[in-house]
């Protein structure tokens, strides 16, 4: 976490003189090249049976673990921006005094809008993605791999620091359900991202 607050904070100082500049930036109009870093507030939802064999509601601590994701897409014109990618993440939790490892794997299809052309962005998004779970918990020990469906939204805000490279800032809210599984039912992760962001726009 603090390496990527100290990341941003070098780039920034870097790119002060650059932006001062007022370089603007070339169309987009072509390739567009991205990663993202930063940290992911996360958490997990799950049922499990009762004694009675009835399932219980569970959600575990939110854990903030690092997170990141790249996408490559086509800007169809200043405003717009499609691109598929894939993010990911691994988290420990607590639940009944034992340890859940759970990480995930999310492929998504999404557009960025750019309202004004420059600067502020908004981003929607949907795909396939994965939770690889493991879990030993009192009369079950599980491990699985199940894949659902991934909703994402977001909005950011990017400076650009060369004619075809942009530095900005990221918030992104994902959502990933698989359903049921084993002994578990309607198992979810969510998440809330804060994340560094680089691109750039390519001819």
């Known amino acids: 976490m603090r ?3 100290l990341t941003a904070a070098l780039l920034l100082f870097l790119a002060g003189p650059t932006l001062a500049l007022d370089l603007g930036g070339h169309d987009r109009d072509g390739v567009v090249v991205g990663f993202n870093m930063g940290a992911g507030w996360n958490w997990l939802d799950f049922s499990v049976p009762d004694e009675s064999g009835a399932l219980v509601h569970e959600t575990t601590d939110t854990e903030v673990d690092f997170t990141g994701n790249f996408t490559v897409g086509w800007a169809r ?3 717009l921006v499609f691109s598929i990618g894939v993010h990911g ?3 420990r939790y607590l639940y009944s005094g034992e340890r859940i490892s759970a990480s995930t794997t999310q492929f998504q299809a999404d557009v960025s809008w750019f309202p004004r052309g420059e600067g ?3 981003r929607a998004g949907i795909g396939p993605g994965n939770i690889s779970f493991t ?3 009192p009369q079950i020990n599980v491990t699985f791999q ?3 469906w991934n909703m994402l939204g977001g909005a950011g ?3 650009r620091v060369a004619d075809t490279a942009a530095i900005g800032f990221a918030y992104e809210y994902r959502h990933l359900g698989v359903g049921a599984f084993e002994d578990f039912d ?3 992760i969510s998440s809330h991202n804060a994340l560094l962001s680089f691109r750039w726009y390519m001819n």
Do not use: M, Q
Request: charged fraction near 25%; glycine fraction near 4%; proline fraction near 0%.
């Open 120 to 122: 502020f962005w908004l």
């Open 157 to 159: 805000y990017e400076f």
């Open 3 to 5: 390496t990527v607050f």
């Open 186 to 188: 309607d198992t979810k």
């Open 89 to 91: 993440w691994k988290a």
């Open 146 to 148: 199940e894949w659902g």
């Open 77 to 79: 014109s200043d405003n």
């Open 135 to 137: 879990a030993v918990v």
